[in-house]
């Protein structure tokens, strides 16, 4: 499981290369160390665009496993990792089967006349045309065996229904939920290495994503509801949700495959 581990920190880079997520920022999580002072790595923003994952921002950071749920949320720092700002949290022992979940409030956004966004009230931006309340949820596995399916309350939720950790070389049925409800025709972004694709939620809410191999996997979904559940603040609240898990490189072809070959 520790390979698994460290191989899936290359997602700092890799994943957000890949990844056509220019409609809005997302929060992804990743790990480094070794399993005795493992770290979470909360990521953010998108290809070409990684503003500081602010510590400030982090509403709850929790680590579940079969039988305990630990709290990372103090002693979150900023960091450097592979020449990104990240937030980081303070080291924990890893068995290979946790669930790590993260809650960021990105705060109130506000379109201007020109058409770009500012961190900012409607009321403090000249020809605002749009208020936004952005929040982010993100879900990442350790290893096989960690509650993947885990349903945790979130508005915007990514539930696997089959363990991704041993979905090598098949396919991965996940559900969308949106405030506890299954989505249909949600668009379901999977990031894997420099690849990208996109699939869509069924009635049910199912997505079908196929996993290729090896490497580092983000799936990605996000979600707009009007009016706004602060409508004195804004018009529309903008909910984004992510999915991360590693599979091992166990062979030549893996690791070619990562060099593009």
């Known amino acids: 499981m520790g390979h698994a581990l460290l191989v899936s920190c290359l997602t700092i880079v890799t994943v957000m290369a890949s990844a056509d997520s220019s409609s809005a920022h997302d929060l992804?999580?990743?790990?480094?160390?070794?399993a005795s002072a493992r770290q979470v790595v909360l990521n953010y923003g998108h290809p070409g665009d990684r503003p500081p994952a602010l510590a400030e921002k982090v509403v709850d950071l929790t680590l579940i496993s079969d039988k305990d749920r630990k709290s990372l949320f103090k002693g979150l720092t900023f960091a450097v990792v592979r020449?990104?700002?990240?937030a980081i949290s303070q080291p924990f022992a890893d068995t290979g089967r946790e669930l790590v979940t993260a809650i960021y409030d990105n705060g109130l956004w506000s379109?201007?006349?020109d058409g770009e966004y500012r961190n900012a009230?409607?009321?403090?931006?000249p020809g605002a045309t749009e208020g936004m309340w952005s929040r982010k949820f993100a879900k990442a596995i350790t290893g096989s065996g960690a509650?993947?399916?885990a349903i945790l309350g979130h508005p915007l939720e990514i539930v696997?229904?089959?363990?991704?950790?041993?979905a090598r070389g098949a396919t991965l049925r996940v559900r969308v939920l949106f405030e506890g409800k299954p989505v249909p025709n949600v668009k379901l972004e999977r990031s894997h290495g420099r690849n990208a694709s996109l699939v869509e939620t069924d009635s049910e809410g199912i997505a079908?994503?196929?996993?290729?191999?090896?490497?580092?996997?983000?799936l990605s979904a996000s979600h707009r509801k009007s009016p706004s559940s602060v409508p004195a603040f804004a018009d529309?609240?903008?909910?984004g949700a992510t999915y991360s898990f590693a599979l091992p490189r166990t062979s030549v072809r893996d690791w070619l495959a990562l060099l593009g070959f």
Do not use: C, H, N, Q
Request: charged share 15%; glycine share 12%.
């Open 121 to 125: 009230l409607r009321t403090a931006v």
């Open 160 to 166: 696997p229904l089959t363990d991704p950790a041993a």
């Open 28 to 34: 992804w999580l990743t790990f480094t160390g070794s």
């Open 236 to 239: 529309v609240d903008l909910f």
């Open 147 to 149: 509650p993947f399916d």
């Open 111 to 113: 379109k201007g006349a």
């Open 83 to 86: 020449g990104a700002p990240v």
């Open 208 to 218: 079908v994503v196929a996993i290729a191999g090896a490497g580092e996997y983000t």
